[in-house]
Nanobody
Framework: QVQLVESGGGLVQAGDSLRLSCAASVRTFSSYSMGWFRQAPGKEREFVAAINWYGINTYYADSVKGRFTISRDNAKNTVYLQMNSLKPEDTAVYYC???????????????WGQGTQVTVSS
């Protein structure tokens, strides 16, 4: 069983930065690949970024490439999403997810956090 808790969301202006954190309560955190997804009102949940269990391989959606960075600290059981140059279209609830295999599709992840709201004003 993996429990995930996101934090770090908030209301910011366009161009600002935020860092999201996702803390996992599992002893074998380093054996899980982690993903960040987001869902805006009226839209489907979409892939943002993913990182494999040892943090070497990372993947990004084209819409965030060059602005967002995913990283993890296995000693702290935490994955991060550094978001720079935020845009109003980044406004969404951001979720972290965990699974044994890395994937870009939300239905490939078994464990999910409750989400954290990010709102970017123009």
């Amino acid at each position: 069983q993996v429990q995930l808790v996101e934090s770090g969301g908030g209301l910011v202006q366009a161009g600002d930065s935020l860092r999201l954190s996702c803390a996992a309560s599992v002893r074998t955190f380093s054996s899980y690949s982690m993903g960040w997804f987001r869902q805006a009102p009226g839209k489907e949940r979409e892939f943002v970024a993913a990182i494999n269990w040892y943090g070497i391989n990372t993947y990004y959606a084209d819409s965030v490439k060059g602005r967002f960075t995913i990283s993890r600290d296995n000693a702290k059981n935490t994955v991060y999403l550094q978001m720079n140059s935020l845009k109003p279209e980044d406004t969404a609830v951001y979720y972290c997810a965990a699974d044994r295999k890395i994937a870009l599709q939300p239905d490939k992840y078994y464990y999910w956090g409750q989400g954290t709201q990010v709102t970017v004003s123009s």
